[in-house]
């Protein structure tokens, strides 16, 4: 069956470069989605179609495709970043989530 | 400004149903897909179902096919999730999440099933 597979950790220093990848056999043919939950919170869509930034998000996060792999990049991480980051996409018209990524920032 | 209100989750035992409802606000809630995604205690995101604007295209995770029934009121601007022949492992956060890339979610409603 398709899977959507992502790290379990990320840990980088404020100020740093983070990037949290997933990885999955449609992603040459299917956008990837990236969404923040934060504890205890709701996720939030951090990038859409790939590349897109919804409005409200901060420049920092970016999105990029190559192949079987989508990443995540958070440019110059934050303290408040820290949280979990789950990709998403679909196979036929079903939706899928990959197994999320905790990012550390300290 | 958009708002998705879950409801009507709680405590049943296995077995058993449960409708959840998720009301929608601050959009034309006929012109979006709308979808449902739930979360077990300490896990991850899990994608449960789907429904087109019209409700002529719905698609339901194998987990749930067969049991959950997804279906909305336009004119209402409600979404449900029926949820018949509940288990143990039906028991999550439940969240109502706007269009394909679930770009607004409603804070979600517990569900939990044990005897």
């Known amino acids: 069956s398709y899977e959507l597979t992502q790290p379990p950790s990320v840990s980088v220093s404020p100020g740093q470069t983070a990037r949290i990848t997933c990885s999955g056999d449609a992603l040459p043919k299917k956008y990837a989605y990236w969404y923040q939950q934060k504890s205890g919170q709701a996720p939030v869509l951090v990038i859409y179609?790939?590349?897109k930034r919804p409005s409200g998000i901060p420049e920092r996060f970016s999105g990029s495709s190559s192949g079987t792999m989508a990443t995540l990049t958070i440019s110059g991480a934050q303290v408040e970043d820290e949280a979990d980051y789950y990709c998403y996409s679909t196979d036929s018209s079903e939706g899928l989530f990959g197994g999320g990524t905790k990012l550390t920032v300290l | 400004e958009v708002q998705l209100v879950e409801s009507g989750g709680g405590l049943v035992k296995p077995g058993g149903s449960l409708r959840l409802s998720c009301a929608a606000s601050g959009f034309t809630f006929s012109s979006y897909t709308m979808n449902w995604v739930r979360q077990a205690p300490g896990k991850g995101l899990a994608w449960v179902s789907s429904?087109?604007?019209?409700?002529?295209?719905?698609y339901y995770a194998d987990s749930v096919k067969g049991r959950f029934t997804i279906s909305r009121d336009n004119a209402k601007n409600s979404l449900y999730l029926q949820m018949d022949s509940l288990k143990p492992e039906d028991t999550a956060v439940y969240y109502c999440?706007?269009?394909?890339?679930?770009?607004?979610w409603g804070q979600g409603t517990l569900v939990t099933v044990s005897s």
């Open positions: 999440a706007r269009t394909h890339s679930q770009d607004y």
């Open positions: 429904i087109s604007t019209l409700s002529t295209h719905i």
């Open positions: 179609e790939g590349s």
